[in-house]
């Protein structure tokens, strides 16, 4: 949302915004000149002559704003609808799409094509969210949480898997599968994953490609782990689909975890199918240092690093602990559920896979848009983990600045307000780089 505030004072528009609780987005936002105002009332709407109310999934029937844009007749409309338009505007439409990895391989993209100097406008998956640049390459995310990237038809899409998530708006996976069928259908091109079972049926109007780290149109040969955790690979491209054999130089990537090697397939498949240059693509691809909340270093306490990584997802979780695993001998996860209808519908994967973790503790579930679910809580979690559960975020800060020492390092997990890391930044404990 403020990524598309943001665009809008780009183009010109009056723009104003509220939120929650105040955060850095709000602040940038308020810095540009934008006026955002904190809690949401009938007021907010007041101070201006409104045409249009946007608002996102987040946003509850009962919300005041809404209700009094309905009664004096402002027009509504939901974020995705107004990405949508504003992706109208550009030549060229590359959204990324998936159940995990979307915002890393939407950075990864945007990142090779401004090396390439094609000045794309990426939406999400950069620094603040938004980079503006020309009209003809637009890059987004496309989310499919209640299939909101259906609106959009893009020239290329890029899918990295296709999961049993957003249950709450979802009847089951095949309803999920059948969504992104229908948005690869209204795109001209489709990049998928070939490793990802439930991507085999998604097919482009013009042209499907694959890429995957074993198999697909695009793979990776003789991987090697880096000292950092990164991994250096070879690529293989098949010349029936691009025409010729290319004889591609050993791609670098600095970020740790296979998936990240997934993710740099993706992009560098996505580059091809936009003819960029190898030598832009390589470049890139070694320069990209990961985005906020991917397995980010954002503190220490003491000589113990602090990781912020946005996993919430139980496969999300495994591919975190797995990477954490190959870097560090001991290392403690802080989670914090995300929803109670995500932990509830998907408890058994929760249970199993948290299970892995050597050092966890429980903290309190990040509300979002749902009222609390007795059952579903980070407490009812920890109650059947029978690990430590932490309600407030003194009681997390005490609890890290005692058992710190312990670590290699302590990463807090998540999507909700652990991963900000605000409450390290009010501590007097931990150091920032």
């Not at 094609?118 to 969210?129: D, E, M």
């Not at 949480?145 to 957003?166: W, Y």
């Not at 973790?357 to 059952?375: C, D, E, H, N, Q």
């Not at 980070?378 to 005490?398: C, I």
Request: some cysteine; proline content about 3%.
């Amino acid at each position: 949302m403020s990524a598309l505030a943001k665009l809008l004072l780009n183009q010109g528009k009056q723009v104003a915004g509220s939120d929650a609780v105040a955060s850095a987005n709000t602040q940038e936002l308020s810095a540009l000149g934008i006026p955002v105002y904190i809690g949401h009332t009938a007021d907010n709407l007041q101070h201006d002559e409104v045409d249009y109310l946007v608002i996102n999934g987040a946003i509850a029937d009962d919300n005041p704003e809404l209700l009094y844009a309905k009664a004096h007749g402002i027009k509504i409309i939901y974020r995705e609808t107004l990405l949508a338009q504003i992706a109208r505007r550009y030549q060229n439409v590359i959204a990324i799409a998936g159940c995990h990895g979307k915002s890393s391989t939407t950075a990864m993209i945007g990142t090779i094509f401004k090396q390439a100097g094609r000045q794309p406008t990426v939406h999400n998956g950069v620094q603040n969210n938004l980079q503006i640049g020309g009209k003809q390459w637009f890059v987004t995310e496309a989310c499919e949480f209640r299939k909101s990237f259906l609106k959009l038809k893009p020239r290329v899409a890029v899918i990295t898997n296709v999961d049993a998530d957003h249950l709450d708006c979802y009847q089951n996976l095949d309803e999920i599968k059948q969504c992104f069928v229908q948005f690869a259908a209204q795109s001209e091109i489709v990049i998928k994953n070939a490793a990802d079972i439930n991507s085999v049926a998604l097919r482009g109007r013009r042209r499907t490609v694959t890429f995957g780290i074993n198999s697909g149109d695009v793979h990776a040969k003789n991987l090697m782990l880096l000292p950092n955790g990164g991994h250096s690979f070879e690529v293989v491209v098949n010349p029936n689909v691009f025409g010729a054999f290319y004889q591609l130089p050993r791609f670098n990537v600095h970020v740790p975890g296979l998936h990240n090697v997934a993710n740099a397939l993706a992009a560098i498949t996505c580059a091809l199918v936009c003819q960029i240059d190898l030598g832009s693509t390589r470049q890139a691809i070694a320069d990209y240092r990961g985005i906020a909340r991917r397995f980010q270093h954002f503190a220490k306490i003491g000589n113990t690093p602090v990781i912020l990584d946005y996993a919430h997802h139980p496969r999300e979780i495994a591919t975190t602990i797995q990477t954490a695993k190959n870097m560090y001998h001991k290392f403690l996860v802080v989670f914090q559920p995300h929803t109670y209808t995500r932990t509830l519908s998907l408890w058994d994967d929760f249970v199993k896979v948290l299970s892995t973790v050597p050092s966890l503790v429980m903290y309190k579930t990040f509300a979002a848009r749902g009222k609390t679910i007795v059952g579903g809580r980070a407490l009812d979690l920890s109650r059947q983990l029978k690990v430590k559960y932490l309600a407030t975020t003194k009681a997390l800060s005490e609890y890290l600045q005692q058992v710190a020492p312990k670590y290699d390092a302590i990463i807090l997990c998540g999507a909700g307000d652990v991963v900000s890391g605000e409450f390290l930044r009010q501590s007097s404990f931990a150091t920032f780089d």
